[in-house]
């Protein structure tokens, strides 16, 4: 899969969630875990520009939440669903 632009992967994931872009770091842990675990996935973005995003937080926290989100999408079927479908909507992005 190509590489995602910030912008696409974060409008992807608001789409599925229906929740406004300006809105996303107030989304709840998941959503944000989630976004982070796309982000470092699909674009080559630095944890401390993905950090910037959710108000602040650290490279480190980045790293942390990424590893925690993958470990709860192994055993979560219907989270790997949903980061599917969003994966998916990213490919039909217009480029």
Not at 10 to 38: H, W
């Amino acid at each position: 899969m190509r590489q995602c632009k910030i912008g696409e992967v974060i409008e992807a994931v608001c789409s599925y969630f229906k929740v406004p872009s300006d809105r996303l770091a107030e989304g709840g842990k998941e959503l944000r875990d989630m976004t982070i675990y796309l982000l470092k996935r699909h674009t080559s973005v630095m944890n401390r520009q993905i950090g910037d995003l959710f108000e602040g937080l650290t490279y480190s926290g980045v790293s942390k939440a990424n590893q925690r989100f993958s470990v709860r999408m192994s055993g979560d079927r219907s989270l790997r669903k949903a980061v599917e479908k969003i994966t998916g909507s990213m490919s039909n992005v217009k480029v």
